[in-house]
């Protein structure tokens, strides 16, 4: 104790030295140090590179609670949107076997899909994207150092090598962009030592077996899919409403999908703990909260989505008094992405109230190396991003909800036009389609200016991001009723919704 | 010429002397004089002038020849409209798109793109073994999916309450414009021409043999996979024909009179899709022309021309032998013989095609013309909207209603596929010039094959004008591009520029994000 404490006294002393001869000189180590090493942290630090500025990027992964560890890039990369769609692809494959044999392909009854072969493949794949990232930064001029980044005050930065070698790097400027990571629930005996999170999913080398899938995120309901379509035995377990703050009518159309997918949905239900058997597998108990009876059920896998929290613990902020919001533990930030200490600045997903989205975190970035490096004066616009849910049947959006365009403006202030379609590949294929929907939510006077449109079905994101261009320019119903569709595709449904929700007529769309 | 000249004015003459109301406000005033004695005395003399027939001849507000996309449409929407109306099909109802178009096409494309999936199983994990395709399950099925939707179109039309009459229509010499269908006089103050088109063929004469080949009609007669395929032509057809031969595994070979397919594409696709088409093992027969064809016990025997471009008149005789399928797709002609439109003295181009101004209106006032007979954008889309814009000009008293030709979406169902929409480069060069033109464009590999052994680039180009980089041509190739463009045509439509690209957020991970990444 005594030693830790003469240490922390040198240490303060090496501080107030650095600080005094940097306020004398007026000269930091690096015009920009950014923390972490995912989609916006990258982004940001090569655009400030390309801008002329002299910036090191601190990235360290701490392991998760199972161990699971892997590379540069963040979890866009290594833990979410890559893997997590190339194996949506998987899935999809499988589905497209059992089309297949109506198209006239003729095959064995019984399809085989190995795990491994799989998860090598999206591996080998997110490894070379790793490398990508390194040589990028390297090509960019980007110091990249792979340390564990926290701040001293606001101009520097105290890096931690994993064998506890210690740096410390001045820079003018401080970017935060450390992103988050899966929770645990906290009450349940048994979930953090025999549960697994989607940090640990893409990187098991063996099948997880029959699974559940406790949550009901989009990030629950996509590694539920992908299970189920790839054969596996999976279960979600849903504790109130699926895909909040989605559309709900659009929520419940893929939800219904999957359940007549293959996928077994657990309703109302709480997890109370997790036992690991003498066989191996898990036992889980939970309770109906609707009836309070309790139920269990074994498992090979529990796989926890139950959200995610942002890595804010490690990086010191208390001390510097950078304001956090107490219940998310995000970053309170401007919407210029500053803190409320000068110099710091936090976006991406640990920025409180931000999207987690990848795409908003890249180009939020690039946007605030810009004004930091005084180019620019531009701000991010968080208005009308699209996204899109890779679920057996994928839901694309961009824009408002029905229930929050029904808040804002009044029922009697909008317009819904909707449409069941059926993809044409689903006909032959014969295929259910009745989750197949198109919903445009428009002001009801004047040009009719959509507030929001929804789509699911197949290639959905591909489809709605020329819709979400055509939102932030503006777009109205009358915009779409003068584009001829484009035949015959499930794009062009939208092209062509003419039936309003208010009519109270049949939306089923017949013919061409 | 002279002669039908002469016949339009007469019939002009006649229409005027019988006092016959201007027939695009015929209906709005039919509304009006209904059930007074003025629309009785109008009837007598009508009856009057055209002794012997009158009697038999029925009367309807909206007369469409043509049960296709945009015959069904107009028809359906002027009915909407409150107009009383009949629809004349020849053949089954639905036209190209539904029997020998869009619809069996993109079921046919959708299983040879489970063809390509099959080869990508094991990259993703699955076992696969040893698979085997059916035509005769296919066919089977996509027969019964074609005659559900006859069905369905037939069943709209009842509901509709339009009269549905099976027949070839041919143009009386009756003064009033009037139809014939099996004997049975019709007419109509409007009179709508959707007879579509049909594949053209070379001629026993050009080519000897021409007729052992079929077209893109036949092909989905065929009811068993040929083994070994020539299409000859390189337009949209013969692309996607030969690409579902190939894939679903007929030996193809596709022969071209130049070096490239899709030549009024922009240059990148065009050089782009006739890459892919070798690359999926298409036997690509440049600068070559059919000579001749004859059948021998072992299939069809086609004779090939191949013209050296560098020598003008260095020519090779080459043969390719037990071709099971030979199928022309060298474009498409309007159907207009046996209508009798020259009596009607309506104007047609050299090839035939009915001249409509914007308004689809032809020379002839009370008769129109929508979709392919009209020979200008041949989709079904384009039909459709003509159709019900024209159904609302005519029957809704809104006078301004016509359909914007402009930047038109369309798709190419080749593997991958194309979309495209707007001016191609050159076309942006020639009409904004050079200077004024900016150039992106991007090539990537989308995800879906970063584990695959078999990888297919995805190509994109965006043509912009001005200073403000206005978006006029958008064009690409690749995985997912058929689904892709619908929603940027919406906004180009509205005048996007490059900075409206710039400014919408991405959606991650797909390969559209491409567009709006672009630098």
């Known amino acids: ?356 989205l990848t795409p908003t975190a890249i180009r939020a970035g690039k946007l605030l190396a810009h004004r930091l490096a005084g180019q620019s004066t531009d701000l991010m616009n968080y208005d009308n991003v699209a996204t899109t849910v890779f679920t057996p049947l994928e839901y694309g959006c961009v824009g408002l909800s029905e229930e929050e365009a029904e808040r804002r403006r009044g029922k009697d202030g909008i317009e819904v036009f909707h449409a069941f379609y059926k993809p044409l590949e689903f006909t032959v294929a014969e295929r259910d389609a009745s989750q197949c929907c198109i919903k445009v939510i428009c002001e009801r006077g004047g040009d009719q200016k959509i507030l929001g449109l929804h789509f699911t079905g197949p290639n959905a994101g591909e489809v709605i991001q020329g819709f979400s261009m055509s939102l932030q320019c503006g777009a109205t119903y009358r915009h779409l009723l003068q584009t001829v569709g484009i035949h015959p595709t499930c794009a062009e449904e939208v092209v062509k919704t003419h039936i309003t929700k208010r009519s109270g007529l049949d939306p089923t769309v017949t013919g061409c | 010429m002279g002669v039908l000249k002469i016949r339009r004015l007469l019939c002009v003459s006649l229409r005027s002397k019988l006092a016959v109301i201007k027939a695009s406000t015929w209906f709005t005033a039919r509304k009006l004089i209904v059930s007074t004695p003025r629309r009785h005395e109008l009837i007598r003399r009508s009856m009057a002038s055209n002794r012997a027939s009158a009697a038999e001849t029925t009367r309807f507000d909206f007369l469409v020849i043509g049960g296709g996309s945009g015959g069904l449409a107009g028809a359906r929407r002027a009915a909407e409209l409150g107009a009383n109306t009949a629809v004349i099909e020849s053949h089954k109802l639905g036209g190209t798109c539904v029997n020998v178009g869009c619809v069996p096409k993109k079921v046919m494309w959708n299983a040879a793109v489970h063809a390509e999936y099959l080869h990508d199983h094991s990259d993703y994990g699955f076992a696969t073994e040893k698979v085997h395709f059916s035509w005769e399950t296919l066919k089977a099925k996509r027969d019964a999916y074609v005659s559900r939707l006859n069905q369905i179109y037939r069943s709209n039309l009842d509901k509709a309450k339009i009269e549905t009459i099976q027949g070839y229509a041919r143009f009386t010499d009756d003064p009033e414009p009037t139809v014939e269908v099996n004997g049975r006089k019709l007419t109509a103050p409007h009179i709508l021409i959707a007879t579509g088109g049909q594949p053209s063929v070379q001629s026993d004469e050009e080519v000897p043999g021409a007729s052992l080949g079929i077209t893109s009609d036949g092909f989905f007669e065929l009811e068993t996979l040929p083994k070994r395929s020539v299409i000859v032509g390189a337009g949209y057809i013969a692309v996607e024909m030969a690409g579902i031969l190939a894939t679903l595994g007929s030996k193809t070979s596709l022969v071209i009179r130049q070096t490239g397919v899709l030549r009024n594409f922009d240059a990148f696709i065009s050089a782009n899709c006739t890459k892919e088409l070798q690359n999926n093992g298409i036997d690509l ?204 045509a919406v906004a180009i439509k509205m005048g996007a520029t490059k900075a409206d690209f710039d400014n919408t957020v991405a959606i991650h991970p797909t390969s559209s994000e491409e567009f709006v990444t672009m630098r």
């Open chain 1, 1 to 356: 104790m005594a030693a830790l404490c003469t240490v922390r006294r040198r240490w303060r002393k090496l501080k107030c030295l650095q600080i005094f001869t940097r306020n004398l000189t007026g000269s930091y180590d690096y015009d920009l140090v950014v923390i972490g090493g995912g989609s916006g942290g990258l982004a940001c630090s090569k655009e400030a590179a390309q801008l002329g500025q002299k910036v090191a990027v601190l990235d360290h992964v701490e392991p998760s609670a199972k161990g699971t560890k892997w590379g540069l890039g963040g979890t866009c990369v290594n833990v979410g949107c890559i893997p997590k769609k190339l194996m949506h692809q998987a899935a999809l494959l499988g589905t497209a076997v059992k089309d297949a044999k109506k198209y006239g392909w003729q095959m064995p009854e019984t399809l085989r899909h190995d795990w491994a072969t799989m998860a090598e493949a999206v591996q080998n794949h997110v490894r070379s994207l790793n490398w990508g990232h390194r040589v990028q930064l390297q090509d960019k001029k980007v110091k990249y150092l792979n340390l564990k980044g926290s701040l001293l005050d606001e101009h520097t930065v105290r890096g931690l090598s994993k064998a506890g070698k210690e740096t410390v790097l001045t820079a003018k400027n401080i970017v935060i962009a450390t992103g988050g990571r899966p929770k645990y629930p906290t009450q349940i005996p048994g979930a953090a030592e025999h549960g697994i999170t989607s940090d640990d999913i893409f990187w098991l080398n063996k099948s997880p077996g029959k699974t559940l899938v406790v949550g009901a995120s989009y990030v629950a309901l996509e590694c539920a899919g992908f299970l189920t379509g790839i054969g596996l035995d999976t279960t979600v377990m849903v504790r109130s409403v699926a895909l909040r703050g989605f559309d709900r009518q659009m929520a419940g159309l893929v939800t219904d999908y999957m359940e007549a997918y293959g996928t077994r949905f657990v309703w109302r239900s709480v997890p109370k703990r997790v036992d690991r058997l003498p066989s191996g597998t898990l036992q889980v108990t939970w309770s109906d909260t609707g009836t309070g009876r309790e139920h269990k059920d074994t498992y090979d896998s529990v796989l926890w989505a139950v959200g995610r929290a942002p890595e804010t613990k490690a990086l010191g902020l208390d001390k510097l008094g950078v304001q956090l919001n107490q219940e998310t533990g995000k970053i309170v930030v401007g919407p210029d992405e500053s803190t409320s200490v000068p110099n710091v600045y936090a976006f991406g997903d640990i920025g409180e109230g931000r999207p987690e």
């Open chain 2, 285 to 488: 027969w440049k600068n070559s022309q059919v000579k001749s064809v004859s059948k021998t016990d072992k299939g069809l025997e086609v004779t090939i021309v191949t013209k050296d471009p560098e020598k003008k008149n260095d020519e090779k005789i080459s043969t390719i032998e037990e071709v099971e399928c030979l199928l022309w797709a060298i474009g498409r002609q309007p159907n207009t013989s046996g209508l009798n439109i020259g009596s009607m003295g309506l104007d047609t181009d050299e090839r035939g095609h009915i001249i409509v101004d914007e308004f689809q209106n032809t020379s002839r006032p009370g008769i129109y013309a929508v979709g392919d007979v009209c020979g200008k954008a041949l989709l079904t889309p384009v039909a459709i909207a003509a159709g019900r814009k024209l159904a609302h000009r005519l029957f809704e008293g809104k006078k301004d209603s016509k359909l914007d030709y402009s930047s038109i979406p369309t798709v190419v169902f080749s593997h991958p596929p194309i979309g495209t929409v707007g001016l191609t480069e050159e076309e942006a060069v020639k009409s904004h010039g050079k200077e004024n033109v900016k150039i992106y464009k991007t090539s990537f590999t989308p995800m879906y094959h970063a584990i695959t052994s078999r990888r297919s680039p995805c190509i994109m180009k965006l043509v912009c004008v001005g200073k403000e980089e206005k978006v006029v041509g958008l064009h690409m190739q690749g995985l997912g591009c058929d689904e892709m463009l619908q929603g940027f």
